[in-house]
């Protein structure tokens, strides 16, 4: 098998294995924390918030370091830092005995994360320019495989084992993952080329990203992206409930609404990765974007649970489509030899759309109906693949055309 192949089966199930120990404690965090002690809801609920984003902070802020270093001393360094410093995070989760503990582990795994940019950037460099789409995508349904049988890994095994045999659990499978690319996994990296290189600091480094106009077009769309569909989600539930009523399978009802997006954007990716090898990834991003512009609309006007679910499983068929191209597109305008930097600073603008999207979405939600927000959830989409087409096409035929 020829190493890239390799490369992409190994990492994949690394992603799997990532996503999957990063979102294994949503169905179970504020039980977890009533047994760590805290038992008024509001108390829960503050701290819950408080530390998923503790997360996400930390990432926004590190990620570029870290994609710096591995252009500098290669990407399989940065797996390995990330794979078995986030093994050792997660297991010290279980041994915690306040709300604190957890918090500060889930800043420091937020700091020390980056095992997903440096993944993309070592398949970008050492795949062939002709398959990078297919193995974009491949690579995303590894990742979506993940966030979606994580929490439902995570509920099964807080009903068997408990709660903390959980952070154990997935600690040591971190650390498999870990070794696994430790042993399998081939980079070709000039190590000698890159330390004559100039050192650059972060804000060099991202003055010389900026004056490739495309770059920052891509990092905006990432963020609108993730703003636009993560400014609904927490809503799901509560839209479920009001859907359905307090009946029977609530909780399943719901559960299985939030995970049928990603089920659908397992399915395309690779497929949607594989087309734009041949047309281009720009004009998969293009459609993709209007597509699931299009899709989210319907989610405004359903009548029950069924039709909910239709609608999420169609938008998920858009939704694959979206980062793989970003991801395609960053690594053919980004300079030899920056690409874990480049990726590291969408992965700081997908952080930003995480954090800010529920919060924006949670915010308006006291003043507009979650139907209202689908719909400018779809204005932003549709106003974001205008912002493809001017950005990456009319602006690129008017450069050509310059010269």
Wanted: charged fraction near 10%.
């Amino acid at each position: 098998m020829a190493n890239w192949r390799v490369n992409l089966f190994v990492l994949w199930f690394g992603q799997f294995l990532v996503m999957a120990g990063m979102t294994m404690i949503t169905p179970f965090l504020p039980l977890y924390l009533q047994q760590l002690g805290l038992h008024d809801p509001h108390q829960v609920a503050t701290w819950a918030g408080f530390i998923f984003a503790g997360n996400f902070v930390t990432s926004f802020i590190f990620q570029p370091i870290w994609g710096g270093l591995a252009d500098r001393y290669g990407r399989k360094m940065m797996l390995l830092r990330s794979g078995f410093g986030m093994a050792v995070v997660m297991t010290l989760m279980g041994f915690a005995t306040g709300p604190w503990h957890l918090f500060i582990l889930r800043m420091l795994n937020g700091t020390i994360s980056g095992f997903l940019p440096a993944a993309v950037a070592l398949i970008s460099t050492n795949t062939p320019k002709d398959r990078i789409g297919f193995a974009m995508g491949t690579l995303q349904s590894g990742s979506m495989a993940g966030a979606i049988l994580g929490p439902f890994l995570g509920g099964l095994m807080a009903e068997w084992i408990g709660y903390q045999y959980i952070f154990y659990i997935t600690g040591v499978l971190l650390f498999a993952a870990s070794l696994l690319v430790l042993f399998l996994v081939k980079e070709t990296f000039d190590t000698a080329a890159a330390a004559k290189k100039p050192k650059q600091s972060l804000a060099e480094a991202f003055l010389a990203l900026k004056h490739i106009p495309q770059l920052p077009s891509l990092y905006t769309v990432t963020f609108l992206i993730q703003f636009s569909l993560m400014s609904t989600m927490p809503l799901i539930p509560l839209f479920v409930q009001e859907l359905h009523g307090q009946g029977e399978f609530l909780a399943f009802y719901a559960g299985l609404v939030g995970s049928v997006t990603g089920f659908s954007n397992m399915i395309a990716s690779p497929l949607l990765g594989k087309l734009s090898d041949r047309i281009g990834p720009e004009k998969i991003l293009g459609v993709c974007l209007v597509g699931a512009a299009i899709a989210t609309i319907p989610q405004a006007f359903v009548l029950n649970v069924w039709q909910l679910f239709a609608a999420r499983f169609f938008l998920g068929l858009f939704m694959g489509g979206l980062l793989p191209t970003v991801n395609s597109l960053i690594r053919k305008y980004t300079p030899n030899g920056m690409e874990s930097r480049s990726y590291s600073f969408n992965t700081s603008f997908l952080s930003l759309g995480n954090m800010i999207g529920p919060v924006v979405g949670g915010f308006i939600s006291g003043i507009l109906t979650i139907q209202q927000l689908f719909l400018i959830s779809s204005v932003l989409l549709f106003a974001n693949s205008y912002w493809v087409y001017y950005t990456l096409v009319v602006k690129n035929k008017s450069a050509v055309a310059g010269k």
